[in-house]
């Protein structure tokens, strides 16, 4: 009796721990739906993913700009675009900003979020499991470009720690 209660729990933890990306992915849906920013906070790991977009975008940035010159001009606009950069990164990835990026709202524009392009983005899904305790969720957009949606295991939960940009 023993043994089974312990095949069973540990079936249990490991069914639990195969879902969690999707319940991670549920819940982000669900608080963008009902614009419970509590519970989109809950499943994204906020400080972790600003910085993982910041060394993106920054990356992207001073390849473009030193491609073009090596002059002090250019190493000059490139530290601006840095700071410029950190600057929005950090005031639109909040659980508000999330929550109508993912929705296809218009940052700043005052109308209501077009919720259709939040569900067709979370039906339209492929997923990977990269390795014990990271999982992708890749959505295609318009344009055929595939933005990656990182998330990362923490114990027995998942969080959104990265948003894996088509950056040309």
């Known amino acids: 009796m023993r043994r089974l209660l312990l095949i069973t ?3 249990c933890l490991f069914g639990y721990i195969a879902t969690g990306p999707f319940l991670t992915l549920q819940g982000i849906k669900s608080g963008i739906e009902s614009a419970d920013m509590e519970s989109l906070s809950d ?5 972790v993913l600003r910085q993982n977009l910041k060394d993106q975008l920054n990356a992207q940035l001073s390849s473009t700009l030193t491609e073009d010159s090596d002059d002090w001009g250019t190493k000059l606009a490139s530290g601006f675009a840095t700071l410029f950069t950190d600057k929005l990164v950090d005031n639109f990835v909040t659980p508000a900003g999330l929550s109508k990026l993912f929705s296809g709202e218009k940052i ?6 077009e919720l259709s392009n939040m569900n067709n983005m979370f039906n339209n899904m492929s997923f990977a499991l990269r390795s014990h ?9 318009d344009n055929n470009k595939t933005v990656v949606l990182s998330l990362k295991r923490e114990g027995l939960t998942w969080k959104l720690t990265n948003i894996i940009l088509p950056l040309d």
């Open 43 to 47: 499943n994204v790991d906020f400080p």
């Open 108 to 113: 700043n524009n005052g109308e209501t979020p």
């Open 133 to 141: 305790n990271r999982f992708h969720a890749l959505v295609e957009g």
């Open 9 to 11: 729990a540990i079936v």
